[in-house]
């Protein structure tokens, strides 16, 4: 007979350390506060798509993970270059319903380069740059019997921190919608 813990382990969804995820986003309007509230305004005329691959770098047990992302955006619309980031994600992987839907929460920190000076965020402050902090903020929900795939929502944020990394003022917002391969 196995000890419990070992019963515990075999009912737990595979663990993969990799992901490639696709997501769409639209720009909104207003701050990252307003987003939160359900406050943000929805600007239509610019869209961003983004391919991404994520590695796992560190995990405590079924709870918290660490990782490393790497992102190529292209916008549409309104603004038509590339976007290049690259960030370190914190992941919050627990929750109490996880058996029905799981569920993960990630916050992600790390460098954005745009391949011109975006429109929005030069109309904020003439001196926004090429390059800008990137955040990010995502809800992933997946079925635990397809543990490969996630359907997530994304806060995908540019901005100069207050003016240490460029201009003072100068940043951009779009929410969006992606899934996700695990592998």
Same mark, same amino acid.
């Given at each position: ?8 382990i075999k009912?737990?969804?595979q663990?993969y350390?990799?992901?490639? =995820?696709?997501?769409?986003?639209i720009?909104?309007?207003?701050s990252l ?9 929805i600007r239509? =005329?610019?869209?961003?798509? #983004?391919?991404?691959l994520?590695?796992?770098?560190w995990r ?15 916008h *549409? ?5 590339? %976007?290049?980031?690259?960030?370190l994600?914190?992941?919050?992987l627990?929750?109490?319903?996880d058996?029905y839907?799981d569920?993960? *929460? ?5 460098l ?6 975006? %429109? #929005?965020?030069?109309? %904020?402050?003439?001196?926004a ?17 397809y ?10 944020h540019? =901005?100069s ?9 100068a940043?951009?917002?779009?929410v ?8």
């Amino acid at each position: 007979m196995a000890p419990a813990g070992d019963e515990e382990i075999k009912l737990r969804p595979q663990h993969y350390k990799w992901g490639l =995820s696709v997501y769409g986003t639209i720009l909104v309007q207003d701050s990252l506060n307003d987003i939160f509230e359900g406050e943000a305004r929805i600007r239509e =005329s610019s869209f961003l798509f #983004v391919v991404a691959l994520s590695r796992e770098l560190w995990r405590y047990r079924q709870w918290f993970g660490i990782g490393l992302e790497g992102q190529i955006g292209k916008h *549409f619309d309104e603004m038509n270059h590339w %976007e290049f980031n690259g960030l370190l994600t914190a992941r919050w992987l627990k929750f109490p319903w996880d058996k029905y839907v799981d569920t993960s *929460f990630a916050v992600g920190d790390g460098l954005s380069y745009a391949t011109e000076v975006p %429109e #929005v965020e030069e109309r %904020e402050d003439p001196d926004a740059g090429k390059w800008m902090n990137y955040l990010m903020f995502e809800l992933a929900l997946g079925l635990p019997q397809y543990p490969r795939w996630d359907l997530f929502c994304r806060i995908h944020h540019r =901005s100069s921190i207050h003016g240490l990394i460029g201009a003072d003022r100068a940043g951009s917002n779009f929410v969006g919608l992606g899934i996700r391969y695990n592998f």
